[in-house]
């Protein structure tokens, strides 16, 4: 290619670029327009299922166009581009585990993009109270892992919180060792969550045997801890890397590649249906025979979908020994009419029927 050639394509690059931007000064002034009205009657920034609705109709019309760009790619940049225009009506605020560098603070920047405002905590409970007390709009807490199953603590929580689930996202989850300089050889312990020890148990057992472990609060945690010991390793993924300015030792120690974490946003908006949702609700059994499947009967007969059923002990949550709590998760929005008849007669026959909510799922983001 000559410096001409090179030149003719740059300049038409440049002449694209003028024009996108053009078009996003329009759009913006579209949404300030748009907030003005909502701030008038106070309605809600977040709109998730709106966001759902603009990313999958970007991808359909990419794919229609012939272009070469992933979904992935399209979506991630029309999460910014909803992100920086959400904040011109007001920068909203995500309550999360913390500290910085957590893969909590990896799913509020995929799932809300990077204006918004983020308040690490000290706990997922802490990170719910925050919401609950409207201290930030949402709290993202994380729900299931691939590997390792759901989070009991934050199934705990959703029992009994007033907050609903309005969005759902799930990370691929990608693990380093991460180290103040990088040098193996000066590593006596390594630092980690429990499940993040348990996801790479394999790779630390061939790569680096005998070396102790322990498990310490959250990942972030442990990058942090690894950043001031230079006798500790820690397992985290690169925003705690950059964050805590650690060397990676090893990337990608996974000892599955399909490792993924799900995280639902907790907050007062309940969203209307895009076509691309899920319901969760949390059941209890009368105790007597044929109950269970009296109660979840209804789903098959009016073609609901289940994707998840998981069972947690009441036990801890004041109810008595060998009672259970069931979550589940299903295919469709509470309002379409299938779901609607089936939820009805569950509610009818089960001992205790809370809804948690009806939300879109952002798969294209980490499809």
């Known amino acids: ?4 050639q090179l030149k003719s394509f740059r300049d038409q690059i440049d002449a694209y670029d003028d024009e996108i931007i053009k078009l996003m000064v329009k759009r913006a002034g579209v949404v300030q327009a748009v907030g003005r009205e909502k701030h008038k009657v106070g309605a809600a920034v977040f709109r998730p299922e709106r966001e759902v609705e603009i990313i999958e109709r970007m991808c359909a019309s990419n794919k229609a166009l012939g272009g070469p760009l992933a ?17 011109l009506e007001r920068v909203i605020k995500v309550s999360y585990l913390g500290p910085t560098g957590t893969y909590s603070e990896q799913a509020v920047r995929t799932l809300f993009g990077h204006r918004v405002e983020m308040l690490p905590c000290q706990s997922l409970d802490e990170a719910l109270r925050k919401a609950e007390t409207g201290l930030t709009d949402i709290a993202l807490l994380p729900v299931e892992n691939s590997l390792e199953g759901t989070v009991g603590r934050t199934l705990d929580l959703l029992i009994a919180t007033p907050l609903s689930i309005s969005a759902e996202v799930a990370i691929p989850i990608h693990h380093s060792l991460l180290h ?36 310490v609060a959250s990942n972030g945690h442990a990058a942090q801890m690894a950043a001031n010991d230079p006798t500790l390793a820690s397992i985290a993924g690169q925003t705690a890397a950059l964050h805590y300015a650690l060397k990676s030792i090893a990337d990608r120690i996974e000892d ?33 025979a044929g109950a269970m499947l009296s109660l979840i009967e209804p789903l098959a007969r009016h073609g609901v979908s289940m994707k998840r059923f998981e069972s947690r002990p009441a036990r801890q949550l004041g109810g008595a020994a060998w009672q259970y709590f069931f ?12 779901v609607a008849l089936a939820l009805a007669e569950i509610q009818q026959t089960a001992g205790m029927f809370k809804l948690l909510g009806s939300y879109p799922l952002f798969e294209k983001l980490t499809a």
Request: hydrophobic share 35%; charged share 25%.
């Open 71 to 87: 979904d992935q790619s399209i979506a991630t940049i029309w999460l910014e581009i909803i992100s920086g225009c959400r904040a």
């Open 256 to 288: 599955d590649p399909s490792n993924r974490t799900r995280f639902a946003a907790l907050g007062t908006f309940e969203p209307e249906g895009c076509g691309v949702d899920q319901t969760s609700l949390i059941l209890s059994v009368p105790d007597k």
């Open 180 to 215: 103040a300089t990088g040098e193996k050889q000066k590593v006596k312990r390594v630092v980690a969550h429990a499940q993040a020890l348990a996801q790479c148990q394999r790779w630390l057992d061939t790569n680096m045997p005998g070396v102790e472990t322990l498990a």
């Open 1 to 4: 290619m000559t410096p001409q």
């Open 327 to 338: 979550f589940i998760d299903l295919v469709g929005h509470r309002k379409d009419s299938n």
